[in-house]
């Protein structure tokens, strides 16, 4: 499984993005999804989750300026980010909790995307 992260981009600060990321492959199923970014010099750090029902938490620096969501039927889970600052920019890779499911059994872990860059002018 495989998953995919696009919509990143420059943006000047007030601005809007979309991130989305698709989940590719065979026979699995996914559980949590989510967005974490990594600032330079900084630590990865959770940005928005969703559970397999759409129960939504996030960080409280983002609270009220982005949303996050995902299309089961897709595989995907999208964030909009809106009221973008200067402090936002950050590579920005989602994370999907997945079952594999193989003939020999099932494989139950975490999966990262690539990272798409986000970088907000001010």
């Known amino acids: 499984v495989q998953l995919q992260a696009s919509g990143g981009g420059l943006v000047q600060a007030g601005g809007s993005l979309r991130l989305s990321c698709v989940a590719s492959?065979?026979?699995?199923?996914?559980?949590?999804m989510g967005w974490y970014r990594q600032a330079p010099g900084r630590q990865r750090e959770l940005v928005a989750g969703?559970?397999?029902?759409?129960?939504?938490n996030y960080a409280d620096s983002v609270k009220g300026r982005f949303t996050i969501s995902r299309d089961n039927a897709k595989n995907t889970v999208y964030l909009q980010m809106n009221s973008l600052k200067p402090e936002d920019t950050a590579v920005y890779y989602c994370?999907?909790?997945?079952?594999?499911?193989?003939?020999?059994?099932?494989?139950?872990?975490?999966?990262w995307g690539q990272g798409t860059l986000v970088t907000v002018s001010s």
């Open positions: 994370n999907a909790d997945i079952t594999i499911y193989q003939a020999v059994g099932t494989i139950r872990s975490d999966h």
């Open positions: 969703i559970s397999s029902d759409g129960s939504a």
């Open positions: 492959g065979s026979s699995f199923s996914i559980h949590d």
